[in-house]
Structure formats: structure tokens, C-alpha cells
């Protein structure tokens, strides 16, 4: 079986190039899928690539950053029929709520000869 690269792209990249991309590297039209959302509020699309080895994935994943991708999502034994838009973004969804992010500089006041615990006599 193989794996499943995903790619999420700003609506104002050309999926067009990529698609041609994609070809021009040896993926045939049937081991990728691109989609397009048409609603305003949703202004980024998805581009899932069939990977069958490293080299193919580090191929796409060139091909992604050359199209300006804003974040890839590597899904380990999964099909290209498997890789439907809602099985794709429940899956993102999950990683994304799952993922640590990074916090603002926390500053962490150390205790001072105050009020305290012990009871001094």
C-alpha cells in the first residue's frame, strides 16, 4: 500500500502549475487529486500525491515547496481511493489539535521572602 502526501496551498498559488509539476515528475493524473473550494470563506486548497517510496516523497515534497506550500502531512498506508477530502481533513484536523505549538516567552517570577507556608516564630 502506498502512503499519502498532502499539501496545504494559499488559494493565490496556481494549481495549475503544480498539477503540471506533478506530471512532469513522473506522477500520472491518477496518483493525485486536487481540491478546490469555491467558498470565499475557505481560501486555501488541499493537494493529496500516492507516494509509493522516499525518493517519490521527497520528489513531491520539492514540488510542493517550489509551489509555495504552507504545510505538508505525511499519511502512512493509505491509498489514493482512500484519500477522500473529508477522510483527509479529519485526519489534518486531528494532527493540527494534537500538534504543540509554540507559545509567547513565559516568565516565571521566582518566590520571595513573603508570605510562605512555614510558620516563623
Same mark, same amino acid.
Given at each position: 500500500?502506498?502512503n ?6 494559499? !488559494? /493565490? +498559488?496556481? #494549481?495549475?502549475?503544480l498539477?503540471a509539476?506533478?506530471?512532469? $515528475?513522473?506522477?500520472?493524473?491518477s496518483?493525485? @487529486? ?5 467558498s470565499? !470563506? /475557505? +481560501?486555501? #486548497? ?8 522516499? $525518493? ?6 520539492? @514540488? ?9 502531512y ?5 491509498s ?6 473529508t ?29 510562605d ?5
Open positions: 500500500m502506498s499519502i502526501l498532502a499539501g496545504l496551498f494559499e !488559494h /493565490h +498559488s496556481d #494549481y495549475k502549475k498539477e509539476d506533478l506530471e512532469n $515528475s513522473g506522477f500520472p493524473s496518483d493525485y @487529486i486536487v481540491y478546490l473550494n469555491d470565499p !470563506h /475557505h +481560501s486555501q #486548497y488541499l493537494v493529496s500525491v500516492a507516494v509509493k517510496d522516499t $525518493s517519490q516523497t521527497d520528489m513531491a515534497k520539492d @514540488i510542493f515547496t517550489q509551489n509555495a506550500v504552507h504545510k505538508t505525511l499519511f502512512e498506508n493509505m489514493i481511493e482512500q484519500a477522500d477530502y477522510h483527509l481533513k479529519g485526519y489534518i484536523d486531528a494532527r493540527n489539535k494534537a500538534e504543540i505549538h509554540n507559545s509567547p516567552e513565559v516568565r516565571i517570577k521566582g518566590s520571595s521572602s513573603g508570605m507556608s512555614e510558620v516563623k516564630f
